[in-house]
């Protein structure tokens, strides 16, 4: 248990932590009005020489031969950089907290697998001389059929995006194919219902257009170190990346950051710090990579598409019954940190509702288009968006007003969730009442009068019956085991409930999970302490 | 390649620098001329990071090319610090909460500048469109709209 040693600096201390309605001041507010906060990009530094990369013409190809003789040979190049060049050239994002496999090259090699991936980087004395030498590389694509949808890409015979994931699915746990979820019986729930109601969602790709590009500048620094000034949202997890690609120990790197032109989840990918530094091990002069705009656009991660098949079964008294989901995330050609948002998405089902029969079935899908990255609630907001376009129309079907018909099915404290937590701390129909009162949305005195601290648990904490499925033979990994399930007290009746399966009974007290599984406890399904 | 000597008032200062041919303004100030406060966001004259004044008039850095300010007056966010002191601008975009990332910020003062210098009372649709050709991704318009209203108030006042 960590000690805080609070009668140190006891006198410099407000523990009166209470913020919430007073206002204040940010501490970067007056460097924004004057102009002098710092981003990476306003460093001026003496010899700076300036990177940009050759990306890829085509959405999938095989690189048969890249020629950079007459680049090399342009005016102001100092330094063309190749995948060989690349100590580690074969990343994932997550590998840090070793979650999934590494998928993604720096810079393509044999293969590119999205339309702008990076192939050959060259480094310049200015921008426009790299780019006239990127305009003297000839490369020999020999094109291969691409898939940009993610049924399409799940269909026996189609085309292969990555290697590393013959299925084009990220694995779970090293043999599932897809995130899910089964909590009671939905076919019987379905078989009850009113109405069944089934509809499709379409999420499109969303650029995040931070107005400050993605950048940094990678210098070497006077210790033998390099110094790096970076857009980065994620400071330490992109100097990690870059200790891993570069093979070097993370204390070569000072990373300074923090100042950031508007992220929103688009700068966490890393995607200029390690060829920056490259540049600058291989120069030995400060060196600076930044995205254009329209590379910015074009190639810049967006959220990923998602979709959202979503069947219902509703009571004409507006209880929902049986939720069934299937979705596709749209990872493009790389993992990045899609497979995380299947985790949360699956987390997630079925919404802020108390359903008795869930079902959810959810896909981290490889496609050729730009590999999808964080953004602002990824993997959530999509499917509240499926969700509540959802719940509009269930209302519609039973006649019930849609504010109402939302509190109907709202949770409860005390409630069984779908991946059996008990609800806590719930203020749906709080939020709703408040929401319809700021609306001036006419909701009814009992609807008013209602309280998510009322009503909940009984038989809303049940765990429903659920039917067995095929179980997967080998054991589960380690890092799967959670506290939460050693809670549950399965009758024998009850059927294995989720992806992760029930892990064997733990020590007591339990063993601390590995060290990113405490950071990172929601990819893992391990319990935040 | 050629350079051309480039001679202009920034910020109420006389500076000379030598130019390549086709080099924009914003460029020219912040590599050559060191002011940092004007920022590129997209080099196309889409998103108005680039903001500045030429002679009292709001313009693009990123599309003026460096040498048609010969012999003009360049005004960035720099100068608009009056000594030690908050311009009323900068004081209500603080006190407003009109900056989130700040990366937008030079170029939404220098805008909202150039609306006050020539309207000191306008309405909030002037404003509105003053600040129309300036993105702020973080979408924090109604701050900083809020705020320009107050800058105004604020002068009216005093």
Known sequence: MLELRKDIFADERDDNLKEIGKGTQRQDMLGHVTGTSTYFDDHKLQGMLHLKVLRSAHPHARLRRIDTSEADRAPGVRRIIRGSDVPRNLNTLLSLINFGKDDEPTLAVDKVRYKGEPIVAVVADSPLEAFEAIAKIRVDYEPLPAVFDVEEALKPGAPVVNETYPKNTFTYHERYDHQKLRFGDVERGFAESDHVLEQRYQMSPIEHAPTETNGSIAAPDTNGRYVVYTSTQALFFSLDTCAKILDVPSNTFHFIGGTVGGGFGGKVDTLTEPLAILGAMLTGRPVRYVLGREEEMQYGPPRGAERIFIKDGVKRDGRIVARKITAYFDSGAYTRLSSYAVVKCAAHLPGPYTIPNVYGDIYCVFTNRTPATAMRGFGVTGMDFAIECQMDKLAHLVGIDPMEFRIINAYRDGDMKAHRREAKNTALIECVQVAADKAKWPLREEFKRMSSRKEGGGARAEIPPTPREPVASRPAPAQQRTSYDRGIAMPASEQRPVAPPPPPAPPSPPAAPSHGATRFSSVFGTRRR | ?158
Do not use: W
Request: aromatic fraction near 4%; glycine fraction near 10%.
């Open chain 2, 1 to 158: 390649m050629a350079k051309t000597a480039l001679q202009f008032r920034h910020n109420g200062r006389d500076v000379a620098i030598f130019v390549d041919g086709g080099v924009n303004l914003l460029l020219a100030l912040r590599e050559l001329i060191g002011d940092m406060t004007p920022k590129f966001g997209c080099g196309q004259g889409g998103c108005g990071a680039c903001s500045v004044l030429i002679d009292g008039e709001l313009h693009l850095s990123c599309l003026t090319l460096a040498e048609t300010v010969a012999g003009r007056s360049v005004e960035t966010l720099e100068s608009m610090k009056d000594g030690p002191n908050l311009h009323p601008l900068q004081r209500a975009f603080a006190d407003n909460f009109a900056a989130q990332c700040g990366y937008c910020t030079p170029g939404m003062l220098m805008a909202a500048k150039a609306l006050l210098d020539r309207n000191p009372q306008p309405s909030r649709a002037e404003v509105v469109e003053a600040i129309s050709g300036n993105i702020c991704r973080c979408t924090g318009y109604e701050p900083i709209i809020n705020a320009v209203l107050a800058a105004s108030a604020s002068r009216a006042r005093a």
